[in-house]
């Protein structure tokens, strides 16, 4: 019974020793309990009512309340009374509209069903608690490496101890063929820390790229120093990594302290890992050296490198070209993550073939066009005009700075120049409608007429159409299978898009037609 004195003190006991065994306030555990009486104090006086319990945080005394509120004319006698009645009861004239009074209602023995109810009140509760206190706990910890024990499995999932929480690492964030086991003491990075109401909070990753990086942190002296600062990294889970590095010392090599003594400091982190290699990579403000060091060890003949659109060409010959991509493409990919570059991979004679080809493709175009000889086609081509856009947007002057170029030639070609360019634009506009290319499409900012044209030719003629497209087969590239390398056409292959274009321009797409 509550209303006994051994029950009041153990009810004091229960509080401590709950807020020590969560780690939560005291005052949560009796405000709690406070609540939970209240609802079971409703079941026996009426839910209709207010009622307010009080637990005496000294003695463990409760007192149940009942609350009404002053007003001018009540409308619910079970919360409201009027200024009159009120002065009445409380024998007080000082009291007022709005205020509250408070009537006393005998102690109660609670019953199995009530008792039920106050105990799940206070489990919720002290849950929630718990919930926050977590929350508060490890939210400075997002970012940083954590340190648990597997507590167990769950669908793929695993569950981390870490003292009075838990966490959870996702099957997406495992290290690909790692077993862990109940027991296990493993170490991941807490990569997000949430507010949730069901489920974990704690997020940890084993496969994260800034796992790695935090191991090395704790590894290397130099970095945690931030004498050595890590510009990138990218990571194939389990299998490979790359990990860009320089020194603010000039003294100090950053790739040699990344490695330590008889590689004693990166083979630690490689362990930890379970074996996944890691290339470690000088950095260099110059992007061709950059990428001659992230694509080792490969040797590399020449490097062509596209600021604008983020891309490089990389030429080199056909012995070091399995090295350069790597097995399943993994090197080629690392190295682009590393660089942020898009990585373009060709031997000495697909380099020379593709110029060739480009040289020969813009030719046959001016000289088709524009109705002028090759040898003028060819002299446009060799001045670095790669469009009849191109010749159009480029002033009188700029065209007469050409050698053989007299200014009658120089203006007669501005003339088709529009002619042409007038002439495309309203036989593009016929094609796209005998084509069937929707508005939608036509509409899409991004998408030139050219590009319209090549994916209405495919049976690419709706926004829908192209937003479940891929990347890769907008752009193309090239793969490797049993050994034998081989080249997969992307629809707009011939426009150069980047990858990173291609992404952008399909998640337009995407955003407008699944929305």
Known sequence: ??????????????????????????????????????????????????????????????????????????????????????????????????????????????????????????????????????YNDFIDKKGEILSGIVKRLEYGNVIIDLNRSEAIIRKEEQIPREILKTGDRIKAYCYDVIRENKGQQIFLSRAHTKFMEKLFFQEVPEIYDSIIEIKSSARDPGSRAKLCVSSKDSSIDPVGACVGMRGSRVQSVVNELSGEKIDIVHWSEDVASLVVSALAPAEIQKVVIDDQNKRIEVILTEENLSKAIGRRGQNVRLASKLINFEIDILTEKEESDKRQSEFTNKTEIFVRSLEVDETLGQLLVAEGFSSIEEIDQSSLEDILKIEGIDENTAKELKERTKEYLVKEKEDIQKKLKDLGVSDDLINQKGLTPGMLLTLGAKKIKTLNDFAELSSDELVGGYDEKKGVRFKIDGYLEEFALTKNEADELIINARNIAFK
Do not use: C, W
């Open 1 to 134: 019974m509550l209303n006994q004195r051994s029950d009041k003190v153990e009810l004091l006991r229960i509080a401590e020793a709950v807020a020590m065994e969560k780690s939560i306030d005291k005052e949560i555990i009796l405000s709690s309990m406070e609540s939970a009486i209240q609802k079971a104090a409703k079941t026996k006086f009426g839910t209709e009512n207010d009622i307010r319990a009080k637990i005496d945080r000294e003695s463990g005394d409760i007192s149940l309340h009942k609350v009404l509120t002053i007003v001018e004319t009540p409308e619910n006698f079970n919360t409201e009374i009027s200024l009159e009645n009120a002065q009445k009861k409380e024998k007080k004239d000082d009291i007022k509209m709005g205020d509250e009074i408070y009537e006393l209602l005998p102690p109660v023995d609670f019953g199995r069903i009530a008792a039920q109810t106050a105990r799940q009140v206070i489990t919720q509760s002290v849950r929630a608690a718990e919930r926050e206190r977590q």
